[in-house]
């Protein structure tokens, strides 16, 4: 007779179709976060807020990238590096001509206490990444006060829609959650699908939370410009 505890052998657990998620930390930021820092808070005592999604901060326009200055600049470098690496042209037949050449639009977000960001997606990009030049705490502050940066399984909320109470277990034998949530931590970068749908909790540190966005867009490769005759 089969014994049921045992009849089930070689198990093993499949984790399909996830989602691409990827965490950095730019070593020696220290210097590149205090220019990001500088030029954030010039650009914020001459601008208005151009709130989108960001609620009780303030929210600057998406061309960072040009009056930001060099620090902006050098940002953007790294972050296309970061995603370079993990994307892939499956169509691409001459590895000498790139199909695509990345496009990026970068604003900045100031977060103090109460500040939060509503859940949101940036249709038109590809790789949609955050840097932290602050996390908004003071020394020895609990890291729950920072306002985290949570990402929610697409799939949500299908996982609950049959019985609420009852759960998945993934492969390291916790129970699924429908979200990840990402505390702050300066000089960290996040890149993330573009489509994946996420926002940030109330921030509740003693100081201001300072975050830098960037969307990167693939467009077509430009042809090089033909030599007059």
């Known amino acids: 007779m089969v014994d049921i505890r045992t009849a089930a052998k070689n198990v093993k657990y499949h984790g399909l179709f996830e989602t691409p998620v990827i965490v950095s930390e730019i070593e020696d930021s220290a210097e590149l976060s205090g220019e990001l820092r500088a030029v954030i808070n010039h650009r914020r ?49 001459d590895p000498e001509k790139p199909r695509f050449e990345w496009s990026a639009e970068m604003w900045a977000n100031i977060c103090g206490k109460g500040s939060s960001h509503e859940s949101h997606t940036h249709p038109g990009a590809l790789w949609s990444v955050v840097f932290y030049v602050d996390d908004g ?3 020895n ?53 573009s489509w994946v749908a996420h926002w940030v909790t109330a921030h509740k540190g003693q100081r201001e939370r300072i975050s830098i966005a960037i969307n990167l867009i693939a467009l077509p490769t430009r042809p090089l410009p033909t030599k007059s005759p």
């Open 45 to 93: 005592q001459n601008h208005q807020t151009d709130l989108r999604t960001n609620v009780n901060g303030w929210q600057s326009d998406t061309g960072m990238l040009q009056w930001g200055g060099a620090p902006a600049q050098q940002l953007g470098e790294i972050v296309v590096e970061m995603c370079s690496r993990f994307t892939r042209d499956i169509g691409q037949t």
């Open 137 to 139: 705490l003071a020394e």
């Open 141 to 193: 502050e609990d890291p729950v006060n920072a306002g985290k940066l949570v990402i929610q399984d697409p799939r949500n909320p299908t996982p609950v829609m049959y019985k609420p109470d009852l759960r998945y277990v993934d492969s390291s034998g916790e129970v699924y959650q429908t979200d990840q949530r990402f505390t702050p931590k300066p000089g960290q970068c996040i890149a993330f699908p």
